[in-house]
């Protein structure tokens, strides 16, 4: 999408996409300005003229999670986790990541090939986030087909297949809200140190509602996996594609942390998020109404020539980088301590166990989702 948003960027900065109903915005400075200004662009998709949504009593819990709420709301869910997730607690576990990192390598090395994605960049942060939530790790194939589902966007925009797909959506979402259900209650009346435990006390507090809980949960499944399974698959993309900068990592004279920050902002593992206008707003000299989808393309911005130099360029070694990766804002990603660590951590394993890492193959599949981006496979080869 590279050469696309360079073009957007130059000639149409914010324009109106018809076909899919919505305010495209490019540039870091709109960019920025859009996320930084939650009264004006809302993250509440009920805002929204132009998105039909099922009935109330139908919607999916995830309508009550933060991540889709603004103001006080907002904030007193947040609040519910929020210490779990900063970056000191998050350290306290980093001897169990390693050890659940080394658990799967140590399989999928042998013999000198791997599929980057389903041995290691998949089952990892889903069996670190089924650890701090409290749920077996077994339980993954599933996870991994709701996750799936609820991020997919359709290609296909014929009737048959929106509805198609927003059964699908519907089913995935009913039968991940069963699954929490039952570990709630089971946590409510047997506690123990995981998320759920949080969630299901903070509901029998009253500081949540029971929807609000299923929520929570179901956010926290999804959120964190096809993201950081994409952050460590594009980091594997990047430096094969630049052995020199593999090279400086692995001797150590660039750390790991800054080349995963450059990661984040040259291949974006989310590209673009959305917000609704609350009040009619100008931008960039275009009216935009009350009700309008806004776009704001973090991928194009995150390449801005305003922003950063030889934006087009892999710099593990760039500083400052101020990318929006993790989003700006009161929404910013609750989850980028852990993220970071976990690509840090599983990085670190894979480059200790594999030597002359080679990508094999020519072609790459692209994940199957309009914001999301990655790849569905990364086949290398190296010297165990
Ligand atoms: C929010 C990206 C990993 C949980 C966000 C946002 C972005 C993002 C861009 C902002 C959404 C918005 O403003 O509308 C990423 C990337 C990840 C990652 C690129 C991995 C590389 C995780 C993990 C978790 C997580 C591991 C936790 C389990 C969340 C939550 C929010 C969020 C709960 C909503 C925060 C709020 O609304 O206040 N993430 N994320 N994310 N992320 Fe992540």
């Known amino acids: 999408p590279f050469d696309w948003y360079a073009e957007m960027r130059e000639d149409h ?14 540039r870091y400075d709109d960019v920025d300005r859009i996320l930084d200004d ?29 991540l889709l709420t603004d103001g006080d709301r907002h904030d007193r869910l947040r609040g519910v986790v929020e210490d779990w997730f900063r970056p000191r607690a998050i350290a306290g576990r980093a001897a169990r990541f390693e050890e659940i990192a080394a658990d799967l390598l140590d399989d999928a090395v042998e013999g000198g090939r791997m599929d980057v994605i389903d041995d290691f960049a998949y ?27 609820l991020v997919e966007t359709p ?6 297949a929106t509805e198609a797909y927003q059964e699908r959506q519907q089913e995935a979402s009913e039968e991940l809200a069963e699954y929490f259900e039952e570990k709630l209650d089971a946590r409510a009346r047997e506690p123990r140190d995981d998320l759920i435990t949080v969630i299901a006390e903070a509901a029998s507090e ?13 956010l926290l499944l999804v959120a964190g996996n096809i993201t950081t399974t994409n952050l460590i698959g594009n980091a594997m993309r990047c430096l094969t594609a630049h052995p020199t900068a593999l ?18 902002r040259y291949r974006s593992p989310v590209q673009a998020l959305a917000r609704i206008a609350t009040e009619p707003v100008e931008l960039r000299g275009t009216e935009i109404e009350a009700g ?50 976990e690509a840090r951590i599983g990085l670190n394993a894979l480059f200790e166990r594999a030597a002359d890492i080679e990508r094999r193959g020519e072609t790459l599949q692209p994940v199957r989702s309009a914001f999301i ?12």
């Open 292 to 341: 309008d989808v806004v776009v704001p393309w973090l991928g194009a911005a995150n390449r801005d020539g305003d922003v950063f130099a030889d934006p087009g360029e892999f710099r593990i070694d760039r500083a400052p980088n101020p990318h929006f990766g993790f989003g700006r804002g009161t929404h910013y990603c609750l989850g980028a301590p852990l993220a970071r660590m």
């Open 247 to 264: 090279e400086r990592v692995r001797d150590g004279s660039v750390s790991i942390e800054s080349a995963v920050e450059e990661v984040l």
């Open 38 to 66: 939650p009264e004006t662009f809302s993250s509440d998709p009920r805002l929204a003229s132009t998105i039909d949504l099922p009935p109330e009593d139908e919607q999916s819990p995830i309508m009550e999670t933060m």
């Open 155 to 160: 290609t296909d925009t014929s009737e048959a």
């Open 123 to 149: 089952p990892f942060p889903v069996i670190v986030i089924a650890e701090l939530l409290g749920v077996p790790s077994e339980d993954r194939p599933q996870f991994r087909r709701w996750s799936e589902t």
């Open 206 to 218: 009253d500081r949540l509602t029971h929807e609000e809980a299923l929520g929570f949960c179901m």
């Open 373 to 384: 981006y990655g790849v569905e496979e990364f086949p290398i080869e190296f010297r165990p």
């Open 13 to 26: 900065p914010v324009r109106y996409d018809d076909h899919r109903e919505c305010w495209d915005v490019f």
